[in-house]
């Protein structure tokens, strides 16, 4: 599942070339991918033009005339791509990024006025688009309880300690991966960010000094600013909206280093298991 850089990285590519665009028609293959009833679609779909891309933590939203939305999620293995004069590709860099679509993995086809056209393909069917009316969107389940986007200028470094605050007999990891307590932190950033702080990642969320907190604060808009820099992970999973690879992995200093000297004071990094995902720290640096 792409983390919270690699939706903006694609929300920002498609902001560029869908902007403005009207649907002339959509087709889909399957209710599950595309759950809509076809009077809705018809009337708030059908004819509109894109008026913005949004996100909200791993959620994209692309804005119709009609005060409606495509609110989508490509889960893990979703790809969105723009066929005009150019392809552009965003997601799970399958063959379906190059090869011609429509193909098997497609389940949503958005084609615009101009001949251009927006696929949502999706090989293991987990990911969605659903009409809804902009309005409503705030009302989703998810969205109710989605934590503070890590990024907002107003999210402060007391606001994060506050919400930290509320699961003290959590592990600091698996605090930082619950996204009603900040939205979009996931395995990747989790990881970078507790080393960066010095923070073992077992370690009980109340038990962090008001000055671990502020910097793990610090740690986590820093790794995921140079990611949206970098364009994402190139993690093999996704990539940006121009079909490459983020490269923000060439400058990871712990995930996936396992074996490897660590970049602070030469310890082989180890990797082991905290809140049931991989895991990868520096003995030395980050004591439990």
């Not at 779909?45 to 959620?59: M, Q």
Request: proline residues 6%; contains cysteine; charged residues 25%.
């Amino acid at each position: 599942m792409p983390e919270l850089p690699e939706v903006e990285t694609v929300r920002r590519g498609l902001h560029d070339r869908i902007i403005g665009k009207v649907i002339s028609s959509v087709t889909h293959d399957t209710p599950r991918s595309f759950p809509n009833d076809d009077s809705s679609v018809k009337e708030f779909l059908t004819g509109s033009t894109i008026i913005a891309v949004r996100r909200r933590a791993k959620v994209l939203m692309i804005d119709l005339s009609t005060a409606y939305s495509l609110v989508i999620h490509l889960k893990m293995t979703g790809q969105l791509v723009y066929d005009g004069k150019e392809r552009f590709g965003a997601g799970h860099p399958s063959d379906s990024l190059v090869g011609t679509l429509p193909d098997r993995s497609t389940r949503v086809t958005l084609s615009f006025e101009d001949g251009s056209v927006l696929y949502f393909n999706d090989q293991r069917k987990f990911g969605w688009v659903r009409l809804m009316p902009t309005a409503n969107i705030s009302d989703l389940p998810f969205m109710r309880t989605v934590g503070p986007e890590p990024l907002e200028p107003w999210f402060t470094a007391t606001q994060f300690a506050a919400r930290l605050e509320r699961h003290p007999k959590a592990n600091i990891k698996a605090t930082l991966l619950n996204q009603t307590v900040i939205a979009g932190v996931g395995n990747i950033y989790a990881d970078e960010s507790l080393w960066g702080a010095m923070i073992h990642p077992k370690r009980l969320t109340g038990s962090l000094k008001p000055e671990e907190v502020e910097l793990l604060y610090s740690e986590i808009r820093s790794v995921m600013n140079l990611s949206i820099d970098k364009g994402g992970s190139s993690n093999h999973t996704y990539v940006n909206a121009d079909g490459k690879k983020g490269s923000y992995m060439d400058f990871a200093r712990v995930f996936r280093r396992q074996g490897l000297p660590c970049p602070r004071c030469g310890t082989v990094i180890e990797k082991i298991r905290v809140a049931g995902r991989g895991t990868h720290i520096c003995p030395v640096c980050q004591q439990e």
